[in-house]
């Protein structure tokens, strides 16, 4: 082994074993920096499982059409001649020779909060059998499927988990009519699950929307297949739509969100550290301090000045990263898998839980470690000069 | 040497030491005050509404349309004073990510209602009173994106299409408003409906919200429950609530914000609590000695007691003050960003509440040190030194 790597080793192993001299102040420091990782993390888990929840529904292979430019299925109308038009558009797949459309209402109906009874918006959304054929992973765990022509509602898992009253066989009021709750179903954890279903012609006639619907979502025969349906549209006037994939609609419906927690989380995390960074410096300049004979001495002993930087720097560096592991498990304890709802693109609560994954895990110890290293550069720096006479003065 | 410079010689004796500490409180308190100033601009909605102000929206719930008739029938029921109507626009300018808050509302009504909080020129709101086609555009959007008055501004909605297919509204700016509080920046924009409603190509004569001004406040409720009453058993039922409680479910859908706040400031609060304690306790650990000198020649041990208690208060109050300083600088610059979605404030309960968390910092980081130099002995003092 070079002689200049075991001299590092052996001074970082002599300040290592000093650490439990500093008790208060290296806890101190570990504390600091798991607590600003913690929040951090709490962040990033939020951001992320907002992001797979909705990102995990979509489909490459199913496109949504909603008249132009209007952003979010809330916002748009399709009268009943466009639906027909794309019912005979190229490029779609069919099941027992009729083709996978479905035409879909989406309407916006009041909830309860059971963490604090908050009324919120939740989606209720009329289709027919296509559009559950449609859905990948959609299965009923309670009761069953909504009958055409009753006012009956499917309820997905994740809405069932946050809002209250939607339990099986309950009857939920929306204005003026009443609604039956006959299943309960799951959707892998996605965006669907956030929703209330029910059929088409119901929610139409509920709701007074004549025979309007507001997005069309239709079954490809293969992703390429989008160019003949675009080409299609775009060649008849009267479909004045815009067509995009699921996958598509629903990456853009998360970045919103998903951005404005990472833009909050971010600052604040990094405001944090820096107050965290002010105390490591405090605590590995007195740890200097009070070993400043000590390294004088292994200076005069023969050890380089490289060997006592790096010394200080290793101190630095394993409190941090004790901190970052802390801190990782502490939000690992609180945060990971925590549901919570909040409103998304759509006007609507999305149900999602926070997501703290293993690369977000790397996130916070990278981001421990680069306060270790700056909160001890500087000391470093100030160990490695400290000159060898030192060691034999009186004080 | 007065009791005053020595706390001060006391604090500084080791320059490095008492900047990184400042630092750290400083960025504690930096974010409490932005924080807290965050938090009242989200929940500025809530605090403009008018006592006497009540919005009516659909049961169902307020996405849901209303019929434009409900205005009309509205005005016939008792305590009622004024009524106005707003129907969403889902505008933007140019291109979606320039979104507004735009409403379709009927001019006159709408400015009558809000006299106190929007501030328009008299000329202007004749103006758009009288220009069917006109608008009235926030000072913080006019200022976005360069509007000046007179001009011709296309205006897109991401729901009401023309009867032609267009979905861009040509309006005139004919006014240019700004909100009275000072915690709201001037957004949005506002059209006149009957335009709206003559030209879309669905929807006509529905609205979304129907805002009404009561007599008096305390007829809330009973006009509240005589409007629900009358619609109950329509197809369009209602539910009547006060304007501060429409405007607070708004920030209620977000999610529990108020609890990510408090969990933020607790963790930043927590940081600096353990190291400013720790510091403190090192620091009067290093000085035993001195201190065991200062009771040798006669200071008492409550003067004692009381220097080591003023120096961690100090600390605080110092370090404190520069980060509510920070915070309200940042609050003064946003505020000058055109577009800005939020007004921060730092309002003076806001101060008075940083004041409060400083002493107690103060308190909680230099008692104990304190009292442990306040106990100690002289002669113990001079052998652990």
Redesign the interface.
Known sequence: MPVLLKQILSVSWIGLRSIPQRPWLSLATIFTIATVVTVLLAFLAMSEGFRQTLTGGGSESVVLVMRGNAEAELNSVLIRDQVALLNSAPGIAKKDGAPLVSPELYVVVDGKKRSNEAKVNLPLRGMNSEGIALRENVTLTQGRMFAPGRNELVVGESLLREFQGFDLGNIVRFGASDWKVVGIFSAAGSVFESELWSDLAGVQSQFNRGSTVQSVRMRLTEPSAIEDLRAYIANDPRLNVDVVTEKAYFAKQAEGTSDIILMLGWPLAIAMALGALAGALNTIYTSVATRSREIATLRAIGFSSTSAFFGTLTESLLLSLLGGLLGSILALLFFDGISTSTLGSSFTQVVFRFDLSARLLLNGAVFALVIGFLGGLTPAFRAARIPVASAFSDR | MTRGSLIWKNLTRSR??FA??L??IF??F??FGLIQSFDRALNAGADIAAANRLVVS????F??PLPLSYVNRIKTIEGVDMVTHQNWM?SYYQE?RNFIFGFAVDPESFLAIYADDIALPPEQAKAFINDRRGMIAGANEARKYGWKLGDLIPI?S??W?QTD?S?TWELVLDGIFEISSVDTPANGIYLHYDYLNEARS?GKDSTGTIVIATQDPALNDEIANAIDTRF??????TETRTEAAFNA?FI?????ISLIII??VG??L???L??VS??M??SVRERTGEIGVMKALGFPAKTVFALILSEALLLALIGGSLGMGAAWLMATVTAGVPGFPLRLVLYPDIWLMSLGVMIVLGLLTGLLPAWNAYRINIAAAFTRA
Do not use: C, D, H, Y
């Open positions: 490095l030491r990184l500490t630092f750290a960025i504690a930096f974010l659909n049961k169902i719930n996405t849901q889902g979606p897109s991401n729901i299409e297919g979905k669905f109950l058993n329509s197809p369009f039922a479910s209620e859908q977000l999610g529990n969990s933020v963790a930043a927590f940081t600096i353990i190291i720790n510091t306790a090192m």
